[in-house]
């Protein structure tokens, strides 16, 4: 069984920075995607990046192109998100999530960690 669980939330003022964390157990195909995905309140849970497990191939949301950056020790079974130059939009709840296809739908991951809140102040 694939485990997730996501760490490095926080609340943090505008233009600051954080690094998410998802540290995955089980077992992970080296077709695996492991994708990170964000919930605002009372909107749909959306996409912001993903890497595949075995090679450096990533794709990122346009709205966090330049800011984020996701990747990945595999050694470490760890999967990071550094986001820099933070916005208030950026606020939501985060999840990482693995799945088998190299996707942006979130409908395509199997598996889901609970979730990081991340809260960007002006």
């Known amino acids: 069984q694939v485990q997730l669980e996501e760490s490095g939330g926080g609340s943090v003022q505008a233009g600051a920075s954080l690094r998410l964390s998802c540290a995955a157990s089980?077992?992970?195909?080296?077709?695996?995607?492991v994708g990170w995905f964000r919930q605002a309140p009372g909107k749909e849970r959306e996409f912001v990046a993903l890497t595949r497990w075995s090679r450096d191939s990533t794709l990122y949301a346009d709205s966090v192109k330049g800011r984020f950056t996701i990747s990945r020790d595999t050694a470490a079974n760890t999967v990071l998100l550094q986001m820099n130059v933070l916005r208030t939009e950026d606020t939501a709840v985060y999840y990482c999530?693995?799945?088998?296809?190299?996707?942006?739908?979130?409908?395509?991951?199997?598996?889901w960690g609970q979730g990081t809140q991340v809260t960007v102040a002006s």
């Open positions: 089980g077992r992970f195909l080296s077709s695996s995607v």
């Open positions: 999530a693995r799945g088998s296809q190299y996707s942006s739908d979130p409908r395509d991951y199997r598996f």
